[in-house]
Nanobody
Framework: QLQLVESEGGSVQAGGSLRLSCVAS????????MMWFRQAAEKEREGVAL????????GYADSVKGRFTISHDIAANTVFLQMNGLKPEDSGMYYC????????????????????WGKGTLVTVSS
């Protein structure tokens, strides 16, 4: 089992920045990638960014490339999501997630196949 706990989100104006963190505890060695997903009101949950935990690789959804950066503090078992240049359409619940089996960015950022989810944290971007 793995537990994922996200940091508190926040509210910013468009163009601002936020950093989310997710602390993992439990069976960490079985996890090969950690991801961030988000879900806006009345929309489906979508993958945003992923980090391959066994090597220094990452991937991003097209909608956040160049603005979001995912990073991993191995010693602290923590994954971060640095979000810059935030837009109102970035608003929503952000979820930390983990998988034991990973693949390409598009494959890994699907909601199906996620083994563990955090409870989510709210990000609000005002125009």
């Amino acid at each position: 089992q793995l537990q994922l706990v996200e940091s508190e989100g926040g509210s910013v104006q468009a163009g601002g920045s936020l950093r989310l963190s997710c602390v993992a505890s439990g069976d960490i060695k079985s996890i090969y990638c950690m991801m961030w997903f988000r879900q806006a009101a009345e929309k489906e949950r979508e993958g945003v960014a992923l980090h391959y935990t066994h090597y220094n690789g990452s991937g991003y959804a097209d909608s956040v490339k160049g603005r979001f950066t995912i990073s991993h503090d191995i010693a602290a078992n923590t994954v971060f999501l640095q979000m810059n240049g935030l837009k109102p359409e970035d608003s929503g619940m952000y979820y930390c997630a983990a998988r034991r089996v990973c693949g390409s960015t598009s494959y890994t950022l699907r909601t199906s196949g996620v083994d563990y989810w955090g409870k989510g944290t709210l990000v609000t971007v005002s125009s």
